[in-house]
């Protein structure tokens, strides 16, 4: 398996533009997770999906963020209208069921860096 | 949820010398927590991780305790390296399925 695929690696974009990051879990997972890095604040739980149905949104800074997944091998967060202080790296991980030998074991794909100039 | 408490944020050690860097938790009903390593530009990986019927477990020169009592779990690091150096994460499943994460102890190793 190739592991977590997220595209694109690096985003520059400028305030105000839509930006759509992509990530493709290893298949078998039925969770999939999306976390945002930065400096001042680490890695945050954004929102995770269970079997492509989103469980917890809770850490969606606010309503210009919206992730989906329309089947179980593609997810996406969207942000729009995007601002200087989105720029982060934003890791999305996937992993196995409860119950299963390895479950809460996450997989992190590569990251997408965003920079909103 | 709120984040694991993590100490320190930053750490310097001697190469060969031990390095522990320690969290505390809030939810009585985490069960599972790992550690994870990041090292500059990568993405973070699972190192080592307990779960709350055990409270110890080795892997070669790094290993992970847990006071389920005290709601704290510690990260040791022994004969460390130049290439442990890094930033170290933990974490718990306080939110269930997904993890919360520390803000994480940057470790430099100098030789």
């Known amino acids: 398996d190739a592991g977590v695929i997220q595209s694109p690696r690096h985003e520059v974009t400028e305030m105000g533009q839509e930006v759509t990051l992509r990530c493709k879990p290893i298949s078998g997972h039925d969770y999939l997770f999306w976390y945002r890095q930065t400096m001042m604040r680490g890695l945050e739980l954004l929102i995770y999906f269970n079997n492509n149905v989103p469980i917890d949104d809770s850490g969606m800074p606010e309503d210009r963020f919206s992730a989906k997944m329309p089947n179980a091998s593609f997810s996406t967060l969207k942000i729009q209208p995007s601002e200087p202080r989105d720029s982060a790296v934003y890791f999305c991980a996937s992993s196995l069921g409860r119950g299963v030998s390895g479950a809460n074991v996450l997989t992190f794909g590569a990251g997408s860096r965003l920079t909103v100039l | ?111």
């Open chain 2, 1 to 111: 949820g709120e984040n694991v408490e993590q100490h320190p944020s930053t750490l310097s050690v001697q190469e060969g010398d031990s390095a522990v860097i320690k969290c505390t938790y809030s939810d009585s009903a985490s069960n599972y927590f790992p550690w994870y390593k990041q090292e500059l530009g990568k993405r973070p990986q699972l190192i080592i991780d307990i779960r709350s019927n055990v409270g110890e477990k080795k892997d070669q020169r790094i290993a992970v305790t847990l006071n389920k009592t005290a709601k704290h779990f510690s990260l040791h690091i022994t004969e460390t390296q130049p290439e442990d150096s890094a930033v170290y994460f933990c974490a718990d499943n306080q939110a269930g399925t997904a993890l919360i994460f520390g803000k994480g102890t940057t470790l430099s190793v100098s030789s």
